[in-house]
């Protein structure tokens, strides 16, 4: 980063139609997930939304896009192949970062018509991948890619629950190898962005939603310090600063980016970061876009400068 990198956050697009799904593709939780598509997601989450955020974000310049998951309602297969090719059209694999979200891996699901078809846009750099293990094929997480002096780090947190709940999880061989690439990425002065479906403080969304083993990343992040978390899940705004022992830093969630707004705080907005360096460590600009019924556009609700200094500062 040699002057600032400027990101969007978007999140919970779920932008897939179930129009045509097979009656036999819905057995189990996939039939509860169906009718809660037909009787309310459908109508939230409007076609006319994501039109209207790609074009705004075509007029912004902007260094990536990061995605923090639920791209589908059920994980269908024709919903990944669906979420794919609105990937292609905002952008390339380099210049866009997914992380799956609870919707995403509904039930168990086959990798290879699932999470598969997304790989390129979730996938490390090429080389940062393992840091002190061996690998099996289809672990991605925790993802790690350096974009100038940002390291954009990824977690999943998407597992399939049973009905009703809409819990995450990171599981210890993730929060171990986290533990490692927070410390590398922490002693090279990278500006550390973590990026995860469910967000990681208690109380933020009800028990049945909740990051089950939040309490582990938390202590963990306290202890290594970062400088940003982002997160979606919630479909409405929060922010919470955080503090460890080696300094506070935030832990920022955006709406779905996609939907109407059943609810005021439900409509779709999105963030735009700006990163600078400073003398005391960063100053990052957070710009909140919000979607305006009437003019069916998005346009600037908001403007904020936080200083965030560098762990140990
Ligand atoms: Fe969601
Ligand atoms: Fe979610």
Redesign the pocket.
């Given at each position: 980063m040699n002057s600032s990198f400027r990101f969007a956050h978007i999140s919970?697009l779920?932008l897939t139609s179930l129009e045509d799904v097979k009656v036999s593709d819905l057995v189990n939780k996939r039939a509860l997930g169906y009718l809660s598509w037909r009787l309310r997601r459908r109508r939230e989450h409007a076609p006319e939304v994501l039109t209207a955020l790609l074009r705004d974000l075509r007029q912004l310049t902007l260094d990536h896009i990061v995605i923090t998951g639920?791209l589908t309602h059920i994980g269908l297969p024709s919903e990944f192949q669906q979420a794919r090719q609105w990937l292609e059209t905002l952008g390339t694999p380099t210049d866009v970062t997914v992380v799956p979200?609870n919707?995403d891996a509904y039930v168990q699901a086959e990798w290879d018509n699932t999470f598969a078809l997304w790989t390129p846009y979730m996938a490390s750099d090429p080389g940062l991948r393992t840091i002190t293990e061996q690998w099996s094929d289809h672990e991605f997480f925790p993802s790690v890619r350096v974009r100038g002096r940002a390291a954009l780090i990824g977690l999943t947190s998407a597992c399939p629950t049973a009905p009703f709940l809409a819990t995450g999880s990171l599981g210890p061989t993730q929060l171990r190898r986290l533990d490692e690439i927070l410390d590398q990425t922490g002693r090279q002065g990278l500006f550390r962005i973590l990026l995860i479906h469910h967000p990681p403080v208690a109380g933020t969304v009800k028990w049945r939603k909740r990051l089950t083993d939040g309490s582990a990343l938390s202590g963990l992040l306290a202890r290594h310090g970062v400088e940003m978390v982002l997160h979606?899940?919630a479909?409405r705004p929060s922010v919470v600063h955080y503090s460890g022992a080696r300094g506070s830093f935030p832990v920022i969630g955006v709406p779905?980016s996609s939907a109407l707004g059943s609810k005021p705080d439900h409509r779709a907005r999105y963030h735009v970061y700006e990163v600078c360096p400073s003398p005391a460590g960063w100053t990052v600009r957070i710009s909140v876009r919000g979607y305006a019924l009437r003019d069916r556009c998005f346009f600037g609700e908001d403007q904020r400068d936080m200083a965030v200094p560098c762990p140990g500062n």
């Open positions: 919970d779920h639920d979200g919707h979606g899940h479909h779905s």
